[in-house]
């Protein structure tokens, strides 16, 4: 029996593990996983496509991180059922795994629409080192020359560059008629979207893929696609990167409470007792929105693991919370985007706006009852960090609103007793 049983060995894993042995040095951990190597950064898998990085500069922890923290990693393991009356996991080899505590930390799972032609040689997906291996070899083995990128989003983007550096032609293909629509508003899009042009991209917006089509000589590898308005696209590759859904199979028709995602508390535990849920599966607490929601985002991740790993070992710790946060650097062009970058009309908000279209800089920062609620920075992330600050500590601004956006805004500008409170080592 295991005391502690984390399904799942990545982010959330990682820092749950961390946190039981700070406050539990023997108490049995096992994770499981699907993976055979879970602790890399997924955040990196287009720098294994573009050639920038080798599996081993994409680990976040050494191969012993699971022997130097007492813990039995059962790697290449599908969990597939569980018994929360009898408090067990079922393997799909028919082993049992009694627990005291339980962590689901089973992430999410590309998202693939219908689309005729789905199922031809030369369709990816793109989540997992797995899928990045197999993109890579493929890209090598049939010496690709072009690809369809289905989605305009931070997953989209990245395996577009990392094809782009491979020597690939690439079109984008986004439902929405602005690219990275989540993250960016109406004008920061643009910009960007300039950027990767000039790259050599190509973009579809507003349409989506409606057909798959083979190659001439083999109808069953890919050989181009067919938008909804009728253009035909010649590739050798398609990626779906339209996003990930979080994957709660593992406890559909269970007592375990489902809305989008898990529904945790703000100890990560969920409705049922000794069972707690972090990472991309989890809705947990955004301090922004003041609401749970499912932010699947790795530093987030790390962060919920590492509160459920302190409860679960009998700390009791609470999350403050997260919200959406990128920090992102693709095709040489920085972006920042924290909170309601991009909100709808509400007059209840206050947005400030700077651009300087010629460096291709755009700062805009959204306020409520002059608190910082949002914030988007392209090609200017240099006070990231202090602004954020303002934000995470809902910081009144009133008296320097003006100042926020001005070049020469930083820590100088602030107020001596906020400088201080700043500088203070927590």
């Not at 039995?72 to 059922?81: E, H, I, N, P, T």
């Not at 579809?204 to 696609?225: F, H, M, R, W, Y």
């Not at 309601?340 to 206050?350: R, S």
Request: proline letters at 3%; glycine letters at 8%; one cysteine or more.
């Amino acid at each position: 029996m295991a005391k502690y049983v984390i399904v799942g060995a990545s982010a959330a894993s990682i820092g749950a593990v961390e946190a039981i042995r700070k406050v539990d040095p023997v108490g049995a951990i096992m994770v499981i996983s699907e993976e055979t190597c879970a602790q890399y950064s997924r955040p990196m898998i287009s720098d294994l496509v573009s050639g920038k990085a080798d599996i081993q500069k994409m680990k976040c922890r050494t191969d012993e991180f699971w022997k130097e923290n007492n813990a039995v990693a059962r790697l290449g393991k599908k969990v597939v059922s569980l018994n929360l009356t009898d408090k067990t996991v079922s393997l799909e080899d028919g082993e049992k795994v009694v627990y005291e505590k339980l962590l689901l930390a089973t992430g999410g799972k590309p998202f693939v629409p219908k689309m005729e032609g789905q199922d031809k040689d030369g369709v990816f997906t793109f989540t997992n080192i797995s899928d990045a291996q197999h993109l890579a070899a493929k890209i090598d083995s049939i010496h690709a020359k072009s690809a369809v990128v289905i989605g305009a989003g931070l997953i989209g983007i990245s395996v577009t560059e990392a094809l782009v550096k491979r020597g690939l032609k690439v079109t984008v293909v986004e439902l929405q008629e602005k690219i990275l629509s989540l993250l960016l508003d109406g004008k920061a899009s643009d910009i960007v979207e300039d950027v990767i042009r000039k790259a050599g991209v190509n973009f579809a917006t507003g349409q989506s893929v409606q057909k798959i089509l083979g190659k001439p000589e083999n109808d069953g590898a890919v050989g181009g696609v067919i938008l909804t308005k009728g253009d035909q696209v010649p590739c050798d590759l398609v990626i779906v990167a339209i996003g990930v859904i979080p994957r709660t199979e593992l406890v559909a028709g269970t007592a375990v409470k489902i809305n989008r995602g898990i529904v945790v508390d703000n100890f990560m535990q969920t409705n049922v007792p000794d069972v707690y849920a972090s990472g991309d599966v989890a809705e947990a607490f955004d301090f922004i929105l003041n609401q749970n929601r499912l932010l699947p985002l790795w530093p987030l991740a790390v962060l919920e693991g590492r509160i459920a790993g302190y409860n679960m070992a009998g700390t009791k710790t609470s999350y403050e919370g997260g919200t959406n946060m990128s920090s992102l650097k693709y095709f040489g062009i920085p972006i920042v985007s924290i909170g309601l970058a991009n909100p709808k009309e509400d007059p209840t908000l206050e947005v400030l706006v700077k651009q300087d279209a010629e460096h291709n800089v755009y700062k805009k920062l959204v306020l409520k009852n002059n608190v910082i609620v949002g914030m988007t920075l392209v090609n200017c992330i240099e006070r990231a960090g202090v602004l954020f600050y303002l934000m995470k500590n809902a910081i009144n601004v009133k008296k320097i609103k003006q100042q926020l956006l001005s070049d020469d805004f930083g820590l100088a500008t602030l107020p001596v007793s906020l400088q201080r409170k700043m500088c203070v080592v927590q």
